[in-house]
């Protein structure tokens, strides 16, 4: 299935409110290895982490070459320590779409993911085996 909004051409150079707020509750240690799903095309949060000894896999299929993507892909599939999922699910209009990349970050041992809600932004931490909630619009 083809996405119908991408970030092919609005991709931004900025470091993630998510992965700063995650910094800052040092949820992080070194050895970890966090699953960036829809990270983008610029490697600010891949630096960053990898000063405080964490590996960061980037999976964006629009901002990433296929060799990349099937690379990380092959990682992540192994497990990982985090997956973050930062402001991505908003601007996927297609529901499976969604699903696959919720499901994608369920793999890890804890997932975190940024959104909007109602205009209000909300961090989501789901810990695998918990069930975690989804919200409607998921």
Known sequence: MRQRYTSERTCRNQFP???RA???LNAWRP???NADIGGGKFD???DRLAEL???NLVWDPHNRSDEHNADTLR???QGTTTA???KVLNVIAEPEIRAEVIQLAARARVAFFHFY???TARVLARRRGTGGRRTASC
């Open 17 to 19: 409110a998510l992965h």
């Open 22 to 24: 995650l910094i800052d």
């Open 31 to 33: 050895g970890d290895t």
């Open 44 to 46: 600010l949060v891949t």
């Open 53 to 55: 000894g964490v590996t």
């Open 75 to 77: 990682l992540i599939k």
């Open 84 to 86: 973050t999922v930062a």
């Open 117 to 119: 809600e109602g205009g």
